[in-house]
């Protein structure tokens, strides 16, 4: 068959849209979905996004890692998807749709994306790391010289050795100033390093806010494909009205033969 996609990109993780409005994707086909986003012998990306119709909201969010696997939420993945519903004119300036981990309520205006997450009600502490679910699982550690951080090898290291097969993904964090962190992620389902995770950026905001390295509930966190920022209200121990904020843009259309 002939396969419709779009190309975007949030600070450089990149994902593979499909309309499937019509519901003619595959989508138990999970070495079609490694196959398209192999960079060698497909069109290449961190993951694939599916827009499917949604009974009630605008529209349903199925993600899966370039493993070709079904994942867990993806924070980029669904800025794009907001932007890629308002190009198809599913969505205006607004949108709600659902997405594995429930409902999400998002806005956008030009290309800046600013999607609420779920709240987090329970953050762990461990030692020398924070770990908590922000739709995804993420282990999040405090480094120095993450610029020179062997972050695939002591990513991958982590996520097989202490999260077993399950696994999580690893987020390794510097502290720039005061409300400003850098991060690198390990993702689990790419095993590898991505340029941004988005999940993993939330995760990081609300670990620095949690262990007392921000006292702001706005937080800059600067990725290697880019700047993304994330605002958020603490609840007792946790956190909620947590939004992520960022750049997505479409890259390039094309057809693919699968
Ligand atoms: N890139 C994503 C994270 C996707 C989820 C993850 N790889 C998993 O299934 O564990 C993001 O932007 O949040």
Same mark, same amino acid.
């Given at each position: ?8 990109q ?17 989508? #138990? ?10 960079r060698? &012998? ?13 009974p009630?909201?605008? &529209? /349903? ?5 370039? *493993? ?15 932007? &890629? ?5 599913v ?5 709600t ?6 409902l999400? !309520?998002?806005?956008i ?21 924070? &770990?908590l *679910? #922000? ?10 010289d993450?610029?020179?951080? @062997?972050?695939y090898? @002591? ?6 050795? /202490?999260?077993? =097969?399950k696994g999580?993904n690893?987020? +390794?964090? =510097? ?6 962190f850098?991060v690198?992620?390990? @993702?689990r389902?790419?095993?590898? !390093? ?23 509930? !706005? ?8 700047k993304?920022?994330?605002? +958020? ?12 904020i ?8 094309? =057809?693919?033969?699968?």
């Amino acid at each position: 068959m002939l396969l419709k996609f779009y190309k975007y990109q949030g600070t450089g993780n990149d994902f593979i849209m499909v309309d499937n409005r019509k519901e003619t994707f595959p989508k #138990t086909n999970t070495k079609l979905v490694a196959t398209l986003c192999d960079r060698k &012998f497909g069109i290449g990306a961190d993951g694939l996004i599916l827009l499917d119709n949604d009974p009630v909201e605008d &529209f /349903r969010m199925i993600y899966y890692n370039s *493993d070709g696997r079904p994942g867990s939420m993806c924070g980029n993945g669904g800025r794009c998807l907001v932007a &890629f519903a308002k190009q198809l004119g599913v969505i205006d300036a607004q949108a709600t749709f659902t997405a594995v981990d429930g409902l999400h !309520e998002a806005s956008i205006e030009k290309d800046i994306v600013s999607l609420r997450m779920q709240d987090v009600a329970k953050i762990d502490q461990g030692p020398g790391y924070t &770990f908590l *679910d #922000t739709g995804s699982p993420h282990h999040v550690q405090v480094v120095n010289d993450l610029a020179n951080m @062997e972050v695939y090898k @002591e990513g991958k290291r982590l996520r097989y050795d /202490r999260y077993g =097969e399950k696994g999580s993904n690893i987020n +390794f964090v =510097e502290l720039l100033d005061d409300g400003t962190f850098s991060v690198r992620t390990y @993702e689990r389902g790419v095993e590898d !390093e991505t340029l941004s995770c988005g999940t993993g950026v939330t995760a990081t905001a609300l670990a620095m806010h949690k262990i007392g390295k921000t006292t702001s509930g !706005e937080v800059s966190v600067k990725t290697q494909g880019g700047k993304l920022k994330v605002k +958020f209200d603490t609840i007792g121990d946790g956190y909620h009205q947590i939004y992520l904020i960022g750049p997505a843009k479409m890259v390039y259309k094309g =057809e693919v033969l699968c």
